[in-house]
């Protein structure tokens, strides 16, 4: 049974977030829009088209690709509805897509080319970066089984990623081929063993998290992490952790023959004829995604700028993205094989690297803040009003104070919510037609702008001044272009 939050001795609620989960203020709203805006402009260059899709699905429509248990609900969020059928909070992007196009396909174009944004949820344990709800930007093309999908995906990643500031040199697009990693699993000893095949993947894809000491455990008997919890291991004998252990540092089994090969050495072309070089864009064997699902090419889009780790130490911050072909999970829905590739940017993760980078595009601002118009006789509270719709009308953000303090509190309040100015209107200004605007920004520096008397009076003239009432948009404005000319210089 479901446990509530105890109520403390005083009865009331303590007000706790959920592990793995964080409110989000509105300067990260705010960033976290204008990457999505870039996101969509590079993937709508490459003739992708926004679509969106549900946060719930049926179970067994997003069906068992993450970590396999008796309970429908491992690694998913799942509830019944009241027809006993089981639902989904949606885990990625992916599998919500390949039923929309199942659905959909014969309204759609062929091949069908779309990109989506939105939250995901994981039901693991939550960790340091690790989170149970974080937002994804994925674009993917369905029915193309040419390599020169995923080439162009991988072209995409990396422009995407200049696109949002990451610069050239910080990034690399790393890209390897499912069918390689099936033959060399088979080498290692796994053939026709699709259970610990399964979790091999899994193991190997925390290469970058675990080191090779803490993927080795996982190939052999278990490892055992920092809470003392237990993962049981894919129980390979020494030869074939050898095998798999210089797969990830990139060392083929000697031998080996694989059409993965030949593919990716296709796509490495069409990468150079792009203007994409190993700079860029590059095929590294140690890639490994972990999803049941990949068929074919899978892409990794890693930072390679080094970042402070909580203890002091400095590390590369890692993926912020991946994806790569997965041909098989359309056909879940119809009789037909339908071929697809795609790639996911995890915006989330994303947002804290450029956070990391000090980008400009991430930095502490949000959506201009409200003119506040003050309320010095709430008998008049109409009038008031009506000041704070002319403004609206103008598309200049306005609020009316909806409070009970007097005006000394309210500019405190105004202060606070860091309002551009304040409009005044007591008995006086009402009777004579006029409003008194007051720069805040101004304002608060005027103290030690100047040390010249007649600077000082100009710039105090500026700060607090008086206007007819039909002049007060205009006014406003101008005060907020001085603001915006000033914030540049």
């Known amino acids: 049974m479901t446990r509530l939050p105890e109520k403390p001795a005083t009865g009331m609620i303590k007000p706790l977030l959920p592990r793995g989960l964080a409110d989000r203020s509105s300067q990260e709203i705010a960033a976290t829009r204008r990457m ?32 396999d248990t008796d309970r429908p609900n491992a690694g998913v969020f799942s509830f019944r509805d009241d027809d006993q059928q089981w639902l989904s909070l949606r885990y990625d992007l992916t599998a919500p897509l390949a039923r929309h196009y199942a659905a959909q396909a014969t309204s759609l174009p062929k ?15 939550p960790g340091a970066g690790r989170f149970r709800q974080f937002m994804q930007c994925d674009a993917d093309t369905v029915g193309a089984s040419s390599v020169a999908a995923d080439a162009e995906i991988c072209m995409m990643a990396a422009d995407t990623l200049e696109a949002l500031g990451v610069p050239r040199g910080d990034y690399i697009v790393k890209i390897n081929h499912r069918k390689v ?39 052999g008997a278990g490892r055992r992490d920092e809470s003392g919890d237990f993962t049981k291991g894919v129980e390979l004998d020494a030869a074939g952790c050898d095998i798999l252990m210089a797969f990830l540092q990139g060392h083929l089994p000697e031998g080996l023959v694989s059409t993965g090969l030949d593919e990716l050495a296709a796509i490495r072309d069409l990468l150079l004829a792009g203007g994409y070089g190993p700079d860029r864009v590059r095929i590294d064997m140690s890639v490994v995604r972990g999803l049941e699902y990949y068929t074919g090419p899978v892409f990794e889009a890693e930072l390679t700028f080094e970042v402070a780790s909580q203890g002091g130490q400095t590390t590369r911050f890692g993926a ?50 409200p003119v506040l118009v003050l309320v010095m006789d709430k008998d008049h509270l109409a009038h008031y009003q009506s000041l704070v719709a002319a403004l609206r009308r103008a598309q200049v953000p306005a609020e009316l104070y909806l409070g009970s303090s007097g005006m000394n509190a309210q500019l405190k309040y105004a202060d606070r919510r860091g309002a551009p100015c304040a409009i005044i209107q007591g008995s006086n200004e009402r009777a004579s037609g006029q ?11 005027l103290g030690g702008a100047t040390k010249d008397r007649a600077d000082y009076l100009e710039l105090k003239q500026l700060a607090q001044f008086a206007v007819a009432e039909s002049e007060m948009v205009g006014a406003v404005r101008n005060v907020l272009a001085r603001q915006a000319a000033t914030a540049k210089t």
């Open 320 to 369: 912020v993205g991946g994806g790569g072909r997965y041909d098989g999970l359309v056909g879940r829905f119809q009789s037909e094989s339908v071929p697809a590739t795609g790639f996911s940017i995890g915006v989330s993760r994303l947002y804290a690297a450029l956070k990391a980078l000090g980008s400009p595009l991430v930095e502490a601002k949000s959506a201009p803040k």
């Open 111 to 125: 091949p069908y080319r779309s990109w989506r944004a939105g939250y995901v949820f994981r039901n693991e344990k």
């Open 36 to 67: 999505i805006d870039i996101i969509g402009r590079i993937y709508e260059l490459y003739g992708f088209c926004a679509v969106e899709t549900p946060m719930i699905e049926y179970t067994e429509t997003l069906g068992k690709f993450l970590p």
């Open 435 to 445: 409003v008194v605007i007051k720069d805040l920004v101004l304002g608060t520096t």
């Open 181 to 219: 990693l099936d033959d060399v699993l088979d080498a290692a000893g796994l053939a026709g063993d699709a259970p610990r095949r399964l979790i091999a993947l899994r193991a190997i894809d925390k290469f970058d998290r675990l080191g090779a000491k803490g993927v080795r455990e996982l190939l």
